[in-house]
């Protein structure tokens, strides 16, 4: 059994952290002897795709509901005292439900942090913060008093009779908690050795280390509790302890002008470092510290930045009254903004759900009613009013909110019931049962159609319903084998509802392969081979489908269903065949899929594409050697460098550095293919490899040096990089090309992008494309606003005459700008008589940005002047009256001219 020693999230460079995730997939696809755990909090954008596109399954611990609650107190408090457990059980679950603490005990850490407070400490009120519950559980670790700890003792005795060593245990001891906050930091922006960083921190605060010392730290810091051994080093028990560690630490360190603040925000507004840096801003504040500086500046900001806001308060940070007002309209209007919107549910929980996290007195009386108020309103948009049912039953009335779900869910489509079924089982003891029935009576209501039945099924199982998921599924299939309609080659008879289902975020279409798929994971092994066989035996069947009939079969057959996959795919296109190889390789049926990428690539044409994945279904199974023998077939360069590439993680590296060399000097090679070369023979320790990169880019065109400058910029070699810089701006070299380059250099924060920047930046306003859409974004991911929002200004302005790149910029523009810019972002296009298909594209960027009131303001001149856009005139209204401004829109409509349009607009505003 072999496993991973940290989590994936605990690897702080993003870079280093994608190489990991993509050796591991690697590994997996080459052979199924591998058994790996890999474990890691949420990851940033597609980071863990790499590992699902290699078949490794993907588990998430669910957050505790009520019920997983009560079970786990009553475990926890039997194994302390069988006797008192029911009472104890039952004071925990009613003092944590009934106060703050109710959103952060559904995660299982911290509910039993929770615990291990209760426990120890019965008589004493549990902390009502996340951060008061890990300083709470410090104390317990690290202070004299509370850690019930003997190690000190244990140290003192192992000692003996030498005062030198007795001396450095005490002098140890004293300073465990400096050391351990160090360790803390050192992990946040380290990789190294834990143990090392001790080892470094006590020579050089300790004049004389006796023989031993080192396992005198060992034990001290092991002795704690917040370390666990790892072979030769040390770890933390859970990376949440190293981040509110070192932001004690950090937190001493900010001053109080707090000239840092856009970098701990930008820690904030991301998800891999936004405990770390709540945990920083608060501990900040409490130390008499202005924390308005702080909130002003998150409530300048747009949705990432009011949402932290709302954490923050969460945290039970004190500030004045109206900054806690403005955070809680803030985010009532990112649930309106983004509830109107199509496909925003996610969002709109999101809000809610930092809404729900907020101390009792911020949610005041008036907010509540205004929630309630939109909750019993039938203009309002679906997702709206269910989270505002969410947010006051759990606050209110859970019974009632209950109650509300199933009697709404009867008449709304598909969308929301994902979002009411987990609202259901969180807010009642006894929505698991409610939250089935609500789906299975949904079932019997629409006819048992077949498309809706699939969806609900796949809700179900979703939900943890397997047994009433499977047979639902079952009867499903008996009535599709009954029904006359349903016959080989035809699509899947969709039936009612059968047009709503793909407003479901997730649900998969009502196909046969979307049936395969989902009898395969209810365990209904002959329904879903009866699925799949009829996608097999269509003519029609995209790409898409046939993979998911594909590994439908092999998750109920494994290998018996591969000679049935091979039959099926034989006839088919090179894109069919591509995708199936993949499929069998990612599924551990090498031999089968390395069969299918031989065959392709000696019987038929595959484009560049095609040819790059097969040759990596080659590699990951072990077929290093048949991909020599490609090599030797006088290979496009294209291709040679797709053979580099999958060759530089088998035995035959030497061979990948050849291909790759081969290519960097073929006059046909492009900018990526020359960029994918130098990346198969750099390595940033051997300075002969980027001397070799530099003197071949250097006597290429500019597309070259450009691609060889974004590799060794960020290494040790930038001073090359920086060369290759000052050509390209020597020699006036195209700017869309020197954009593309500037982008990257930003991220990295390089020091070496100044003179680029410039030159790139002045030429804004000069044509618009995807590269100076990737510096402005590069500008706001490191939060230099003022120029992104310029920037991103000059960019719109020029490019109205075409939507698309428009609607990038308007976008980058908001963000950017923030609430402080968006009435001049309003004033200033609505000034260049935009169209009304324009106008609705920067309302719907400012609605998605939380800035509701500039949407308004938008909306309504659409409603206003629309001319000949009739339609979109009627989506304006429809998003104003959905977030609750239907007068407003009747006003606007009273003072427009009495056309006929204009009466139909009223007419419809006013059923």
Not at 518 to 537: H, I, M, P, Y
């Amino acid at each position: 059994m072999a496993g991973l020693h940290r989590r994936l999230d605990e690897i702080i460079e993003p870079d280093t952290r994608a190489q990991v995730i993509d050796a591991i997939a690697h590994q997996v696809r080459r052979s199924a002897d591998h058994r790996l755990v890999i474990t890691t909090r949420p990851l940033p954008g597609n980071e863990l795709k790499p590992l699902e596109q290699a078949g490794v399954d993907i588990y998430a611990i669910q957050p505790f509901g009520r019920v997983e609650l009560e079970e786990f107190a009553r475990a926890w408090f039997r194994a302390q005292n069988p006797i008192t457990a029911m009472t104890s059980a039952e004071a925990f679950v009613r003092q944590v439900r009934d106060g703050r603490l109710r959103e952060l005990v559904r995660n299982p850490l911290l509910a039993t942090i929770a615990a291990i407070a209760k426990t120890l400490e019965p008589n004493r009120p549990l902390p009502n913060s996340r951060i008061d519950l890990y300083g709470r559980f410090m104390e317990y670790l690290l202070e004299d008093g509370a850690s019930r700890r003997d190690t000190l003792a244990e140290l003192r005795r192992s000692a003996g009779g030498r005062p030198e060593r007795q001396a450095l245990v005490e002098w140890l001891h004293q300073r465990r908690t400096e050391i351990i906050e160090q360790l803390a930091v050192h992990r946040l922006e380290s990789e190294s050795s834990l143990f090392e960083a001790a080892s470094a921190w006590a020579t050089e605060h300790h004049p004389y280390l006796p023989d031993g010392w080192q396992d005198d730290l060992r034990a001290l810091l092991a002795g704690t509790g917040v370390f666990v051994h790892t072979e030769d080093d040390i770890r933390f028990r859970h990376h949440s302890f190293a981040e509110f560690l070192a932001a004690r630490r950090r937190a001493g360190e900010i001053p109080a002008d707090f000239p840092d603040l856009d970098e701990w925000i930008k820690r904030g507004v991301a998800e891999g470092s936004r405990a770390f840096a709540l945990f920083t801003l608060v501990l900040w504040g409490r130390d008499r510290r202005d924390l308005g500086r702080v909130m002003s500046a998150l409530l300048a900001g747009t949705k990432p930045e009011v949402l932290l806001a709302g954490r923050l308060l969460a945290e039970g940070v004190e500030v004045d009254d109206a900054l806690t007002s403005a955070v809680v309209d803030r985010l009532v209007a990112l649930i309106l903004s983004n509830g109107v919107l199509p496909d925003k549910w996610d969002e709109v929980e999101e809000a809610g759900k930092v809404l729900l996290s907020m101390p009792p007195y911020v949610l005041t009386p008036p907010i509540l009613a205004r929630l309630r108020g939109l909750r019993d309103h039938p203009d309002p948009a679906e997702p709206i009013r269910v989270e505002c049912a969410v947010v006051v039953g759990a606050l209110e009335d859970p019974e009632v909110a209950a109650r509300w779900l199933e009697e709404f869910a009867v008449e709304v489509n598909p969308a929301m019931l994902n979002r009411s079924v987990a609202a259901l089982k969180d807010l009642v003891p006894d929505g698991v049962e409610r939250a089935e029935r609500l789906l299975t009576r949904l079932v019997a209501a629409n006819g048992q159609g077949y498309a809706i039945t699939l969806v609900i099924v796949s809700i179900m199982v979703d939900a943890g319903f397997t047994d009433a998921a499977t047979a639902l599924l079952r009867d499903l299939v008996r009535r599709l084998r009954a029904d006359p309609a349903t016959v080989d080659g035809r699509p899947l008879p969709a039936g009612p509802w059968a047009g709503r289902v793909a407003d479901l975020p997730g649900a998969s279409v009502p196909t046969w392969g979307a049936l395969a798929e989902l009898a395969g994971r209810c365990g209904c092994r002959d329904e879903s081979l009866w699925a799949a066989a009829k996608v097999f035996s269509a003519e029609g069947t995209t790409e898409v489908e046939f993979d998911r009939a594909v590994s439908a079969v092999l998750s109920v057959s494994g290998e018996e269903g591969v000679p049935t996959i091979m039959a099926a795919v034989a006839t088919k296109p090179a894109g069919y065949v591509v995708r199936t190889a993949e499929t069998l390789q990612q599924s551990l049926q090498p031999e089968a899929a390395v069969q299918l990428a031989r065959n392709l690539l000696e019987g038929s044409y595959v484009n560049t594409a095609q040819f790059r994945r097969v040759t990596s279904v080659i590699a990951d199974c072990n077929g290093g050697t048949e991909l020599l023998r490609l090599a030797e077939a006088g290979l496009s360069v294209e291709h040679r460098v797709s053979l580099a590439k999958a060759l530089s993680g088998t035995k035959h590296v030497q061979d990948a550095f050849r291909l790759a060399r081969s290519a960097m000097v073929d006059p046909a090679v492009d900018r990526w293919d020359f960029k994918d070369a130098i990346r198969v023979i750099f390595d940033p320790e051997d300075a002969s490899t980027a001397d070799e990169i530099y003197a071949v880019a250097r006597a290429r065109e500019p597309q070259h040096q450009a691609a060889a400058a974004a590799v060794l910029s960020g290494t040790n070699h930038e001073e090359l990089a920086q060369q290759l810089i000052k050509n390209l701006l020597d020699h006036l070299t195209d700017p869309d090309l020197l954009a593309d380059l500037a982008a990257g250099l930003i991220r990295q924060n390089s020091g070496q992008a100044g003179e680029l920047e410039a030159a790139v930046l002045g030429g804004f306003g000069h044509g618009q494309d995807h590269r100076q859409v990737r510096v402005v974004e590069a500008l706001i991911a490191v939060r230099r606003l003022d120029e992104a929002t310029n920037a991103a200004r000059l960019a719109t302005l020029n490019g109205l005459e075409d939507q698309f790149w428009f609607s990038h910029f308007v976008g980058a523009w908001v963000r950017a700008g923030g609430v402080v810019r968006a009435g001049e972002i309003v004033r200033e296009l609505l000034s260049r008589d935009l169209v009304a298909g324009y106008r609705m594209e920067m309302a719907e960027q400012l609605a998605g940005a939380g800035l509701l009131e500039s949407a308004v303001t938008v909306w309504l001149d659409v409603v206003r002047h629309h001319g000949e856009e009739v339609a979109e005139g009627l989506r304006a209204a429809s998003y104003l009256v959905k977030c609750g401004r239907r007068d407003d829109v009747v006003a606007v409509l009273d003072e427009v001219p009495d056309r006929p349009a204009a009466r139909r607009l009223r007419a419809w505003v006013m059923a």
